[in-house]
């Protein structure tokens, strides 16, 4: 059983056809990253699934339960859409009491549980204006989990943190993925984010899904990929690198080279340098799923 | 669930210091009025010439707290729907501007839900702001300024009983009550429609002062007209102090108050509904 | 000469006959008056005037000699001074101007005088009662417009005569049409200031008195009166 299943799902404003036909499927249990450029659609598919907005056509499904059913598909889903925002003239143990009255979890315990969850305790009382954009965000994946949600949707969930924040809310996705169950759904523009954290990756491009499915999967299909090899005899090595196989580009820059090579090629590049003994002090390689992304739009446009 | 989503609405409305400008006015503004009623009013209406005060022998005094609350209630009619326009019209838009519709309309509970929960918590304040105004006026008029017959103005001048006026205030205050009721549907028929309150708000005044000014003038042209406008009904509250009281007009005006008051919250309830919240 | 010396003597004696008769029948009418030494009554106050309603008042009425009135109501209540004891300081006064008999009817005598009502000179007329010594019917005119009409009837108790009943007519400038204005939407009020611009016509007012339950001479204390003093014309 899929957590998520959309069904050509569309979405029509005006003169631009903002989602077109959208056949997704989230596996159960997955932390699904939802990938797409700017104006791609991704906002809008989110907004659809959460009741913000409705669909020109098209249903979908939340564990099972129908799009048809009307607010019925919500009651296993919670979502932070977009920024989080809240009333900001309410302490956060209000706004969160508020937000527990919709989903009847609505006791004393429960929130205090959230909050200490997302760090917040300590400032339950205070007046939500007060807070930063990152203790805000935290808030509301607070508010989300609130009503102990199957699948949750988080959208831009690092948006406003420092490198720290996004440290901590990755690994706290990561922890309520494992130890509440929770499928994931995650819209990110933070590739290397998704890479380390999703289980599984879609991407959608000008309204329309372009690929979907396990991370592995995706992977396999990236054949190439750019590494940065940093040594210390660079013409040495350049002239090495010409006689293997799998070497479509080698880029001169001041301290590296930049060698779009073969995936399964890289192993028999380190053997070869070792062996013609080349120092290496660095070896690196772009994030793939960027360099997927980045193909990908390449080909679009 | 309603009791929940009801009192959500209630703790976010009075969350704004704007909910209690209505509570402050009334509570400064008509002691000072009734203090001043008291000191300013003589005993007889100035209708009456002079000469013939040489003619008559009086008993009893007009100027007591029913007649200043019927005073207070003239003067404050017009007044009072702005500081309704003032929260309703930020119950809907209010929360589109913040953004807090993308959690709050992001759950399991169905829209009309939140809307009825809205209109609800907006009648509550509607409801509160006419009680503490009953309170002021006829609570304070009477302690005050004691009771007694009062003189209310209906086509000349009409003396009331005391034993008929508490039953005709609270007519007439049920009648004031659902005249507010519709100024408060029409912020909030405006609130759906726009992403900041002062719209609402203001867009609700201009409506009142645009129908009142077609009420008001005295130009035959407009005659026609008048029956169908809410504004034209606006101050019947005061066809509660008539004698007799014309139940015909009555029942008129608060058909055509209901009426206006339905189409507007159906029309309010079908734009939230549908309503794309795309930022 | 000494016919014409005599017819005049005669008409002059005539003349002096009528004087001497009014004040005689005003004399008896203050005896009536000076006979009632204090006295309570309740009285049913009916009042009808164009642009002025008030409902049906049950008024107690005080009085105490010479000048003492006072009314006591539930809520705000007004009665007519003329509608009890008419004209009972003009009856005392000794000389009066322009005191002529002008109709004499069975036992009833119509005299008129000129007096001070209103702060204006009045022509007031009195129907008298011989008998009873008292004023069945009352008028004052100022300028040839007639002001105030009453008609009272009496009945007797200990002897003395207090009015059982009193219509009273009163005439009101035109002027107080206007009154009939408040509380009127500005559009009605414009037409109907539209309608009385020309009419020049003094407005009617009625008001009825049903008096009971007389207690008279039973000795009022001055504490009664203490709180509202009202002169009784």
Known sequence: MNALQTYNLSKQFAHLQALDNINLAVPKGSIFGFLGPNGSGKSTLIKILTGLIAPTNGTFSVFEKQSSEGYKVRENMSALVDRADFYKNLSAYDNLMLMARLSNHDSAQNIDEILNLVGLYQRRHDKVKTFSQGMKQRLGIGQALLPDPKLLILDEPTTGLDPLGMVEVRDFILKIAKERNVTIFLSSHLLHEVEEICSHVGLIFNGKMENQGSIETIFSSIDQVTIDLEIDKKPETVKILSTLEGIESIQELPNLLKIKIKYAEIPTLIQKLVKDDIKIFGISQRNRLETFFLNRSRDQS | ?279 | ?233
């Open chain 3, 1 to 233: 000469m000494r016919r014409l010396l005599l017819l005049f003597l005669i008409i002059s004696f005539s003349f002096a006959q009528d004087d001497n008769k009014a004040i005689t029948i005003l004399q008896g009418i203050n005896a009536n008056y000076s006979a009632i030494q204090d006295f309570t009554t309740e009285i049913k106050v009916d009042i009808n005037l164009p642009g002025f309603r008030m409902p049906n008042k049950d008024v107690k009425y005080f009085y105490k000699a010479p000048d003492k009135s006072k009314i006591e109501s539930k809520g705000f209540a007004f009665v007519p001074k003329d509608g009890i004891l008419p004209f009972a300081e003009l009856v005392k006064r000794d000389s009066l101007k322009n005191l002529t008999i002008t109709e004499i009817i069975g036992d009833t005598v119509v005299i008129t005088l000129v007096d001070t009502f209103q702060n204006q000179e009045a022509i007031m007329t009195l129907k008298v009662h011989e008998p009873s010594a008292t004023i069945i019917q009352g008028s004052a005119s100022i300028n040839n417009q007639n002001i105030l009409t009453f008609h009272i009837h009496y009945i007797s108790i200990h002897g003395i005569y207090l009015p059982d009943e009193s219509a009273i007519d009163l005439l009101l400038p035109p002027d107080f049409k206007k009154i009939q204005m408040l509380g009127t939407s500005p559009s009605q009020a414009k037409k109907f200031k539209e309608k009385i611009k020309d009419n020049k016509e003094w407005v009617d007012g009625k008001i009825h008195l049903k008096f009971s339950n007389y207690i008279v001479n039973q000795g009022l204390s001055d504490e009664i009166f203490e709180e509202a003093v009202e002169t009784v014309d």
């Open chain 2, 1 to 279: 669930m309603m009791v929940g989503l009801f009192k959500n609405e209630v703790k976010k409305l009075y969350s704004h210091w704007r909910s209690f400008m209505g509570y402050i006015l009334f509570l400064v503004l008509i002691p000072i009025i009734m203090w001043a009623y008291g000191k300013g009013a003589d005993g007889i209406p100035s209708a009456f010439p002079e000469n013939y005060s040489d003619l008559f022998l009086f008993t009893g005094k007009l100027n007591n707290g029913l007649t200043a609350a019927y005073f207070v209630l003239n003067f404050f009619w017009v007044h009072i729907p702005f500081l309704i326009a003032l929260v309703g019209g930020d119950i809907f838009a209010g929360e589109e501007a913040q953004g807090t519709y993308r959690i709050y309309l992001t759950r399991a509970v169905p829209r009309w839900k939140i809307f009825v929960s809205k209109v609800l918590a907006s009648f509550f304040y509607t409801f509160t702001i006419v009680v503490l105004f009953i309170i002021m006026t006829l609570g304070l008029g009477l302690i005050w300024h004691g009771s007694g017959d009062m003189v209310v103005f209906h086509e000349g001048m009409l003396i009331l009983p005391q034993s008929e006026a508490l039953y005709r205030f609270f007519l007439a205050y049920i009648f004031a009550f659902s005249n507010m009721l519709l100024v408060n549907i029409i912020a909030l028929f405006f609130s759906t429609m726009v992403k900041n309150s002062i719209g609402p708000m203001v867009g609700t005044m201009a409506v009142i002062i645009f129908f009142l000014a077609l009420t008001s003038l005295p130009l035959d042209v407009f005659d026609s007209i008048r029956p169908y406008l809410f504004t034209h009904y606006f101050d019947n509250w005061k066809i509660m102090f008539y004698d007799p009281i014309p139940w015909g007009k009555v029942v008129q005006s608060m058909l055509v108050i209901s009426g206006h008051s339905i189409i507007l919250l159906f029309a309010a309830f079908y734009i939230f509904n549908r309503k794309d919240i795309v930022s």
